[in-house]
């Protein structure tokens, strides 16, 4: 996985017009809090996808265990560069605000589908070089002269509910990587869980 420097790893991004229009402003973005970010490692960090993309819309995906939602971008050239999941540690109340702003669509009829289409699907990514990775994020919006703004970001631990959620999304969108639990209650309920691969007192890194 494509590291993040240590405490908060920095990519400015320039808000510009032609994009102001049709993205989300940085602001509304830190507003999410805790998100579960999918990006493409062959093109960069985990905020390229963001310096890339041009538009955003809404989507809902489905699986046996019901719908989830994600935050799609798309590049100049129509291709989704960069994905971002609500998460049970999100914002509902900034997601529910941001999503009504922008174009809503559910998933392409045969996106979902069994586990060997999926696998399909994985390879496919890997074989053309684009296969997608997760990892929790906390995005943060930071103040730049002029019309300016920038976009950077931190990791972010999940609970162990998030954690579910994760692995259930990595699952279905064929997509690999680590999300880190919570040190808190939900670290200690993942040990008693044998979510916990140290079984102990270090915040355990749970791979998707």
Do not use: K
Not at 57 to 84: A, I, K, N, Q, V
Not at 93 to 109: F, G, K, S, Y
Not at 130 to 135: N, Q, V
Request: proline content about 6%; hydrophobic content about 45%.
């Amino acid at each position: 996985m494509a590291r993040l420097a240590p405490g908060m790893a920095q990519i400015v991004a320039n808000a510009a017009a032609h994009r102001g229009a049709a993205l989300p402003q940085p602001r509304q973005l830190a507003e999410l809090g805790t998100v579960l970010c999918m990006y493409r490692p062959q093109r960069g960090s985990e905020l390229a996808g963001w310096t890339q993309a041009v538009r955003a819309e809404c989507r809902t995906g489905m699986d046996s265990d019901g719908p989830y939602e994600s935050l799609r971008f798309f590049d100049c050239h129509g291709r989704c560069c960069w994905r971002l999941f609500l998460l049970p540690d999100s914002d509902f109340l900034a997601w529910d605000i941001l999503v009504a702003q922008l174009p809503a669509r559910a998933e392409e009829e045969g996106a979902q589908g069994g586990v060997t289409e999926r696998l399909w699907r994985r390879l496919a990514g890997r074989l053309g070089g684009g296969d997608w990775r997760l990892c929790a994020l906390r995005l943060h919006a930071l103040p730049q002269s002029g019309w300016t703004a920038a976009l950077a970001a931190s990791p972010a631990p999940v609970s162990a509910v998030g954690v579910a959620i994760a692995r259930r999304i990595a699952r279905q969108e064929g997509a690999v990587g680590e999300v880190r639990l919570d040190d808190c209650c939900c670290a200690g309920a993942a040990v008693a869980t044998g979510l916990s691969p140290t079984g102990g007192s270090e915040v355990p890194l749970v791979r998707l």
